[in-house]
């Protein structure tokens, strides 16, 4: 690793929160094992041994209110079809924004997969 390089990993761990330690063993050992899904079908079976049902809604509710956000879907109207908070929403939209861009990332090349199959607006891509 260079300089260059460690600079920008420090950047990037100050970025998503100086409590989570990225180096360490296990989370290194999570982030590989969801590297490691071939699947639909291995993610669904890896992620229902993982989390609880509610836990599952609540990470799809997540993903589902980003997408809405990025619609300009208003805070009532996606908290009414998801169940989340308003706070909860607030801060998927200020992540969804932010300059990591995990959110952005996931929702363009879901974008990007449907519009191979088929047409979608405008309105889901965001710029990175």
Same mark, same amino acid.
């Given at each position: ?39 639909p ?8 041994? #993982?989390?609880?049902? *509610? ?7 997540? /993903?589902?209110?980003?997408? $809405? @956000? &990025? ?5 009532n ?29 996931? #929702?363009?090349?879901? *974008? ?7 047409? /979608?607006?405008?309105?889901l $891509? @965001? &710029?990175?």
């Open positions: 690793m260079n300089d260059k390089t460690r600079v920008k990993t420090v950047k990037m761990v100050q970025q998503i929160g100086p409590v989570i330690d990225w180096n360490a063993r296990i989370n290194k050992q999570f982030v590989a094992g969801i590297l490691e899904l071939k699947s079908d291995e993610a669904k079976l890896f992620l229902r041994d #993982l989390m609880t049902e *509610a836990e599952i809604k609540e990470f799809a509710n997540r /993903l589902e209110a980003a997408t $809405l @956000l &990025s619609k300009d879907v208003q805070y109207a996606i908290s009414e079809s998801t169940g989340l908070s308003s706070a909860t929403i607030a801060r998927i939209a200020k992540w969804l924004k932010g300059s990591l861009g995990g959110y952005r990332l996931i #929702l363009n090349r879901l *974008a990007s997969h449907h519009s191979n199959s088929s047409k /979608l607006s405008k309105g $891509l @965001l &710029s990175s």
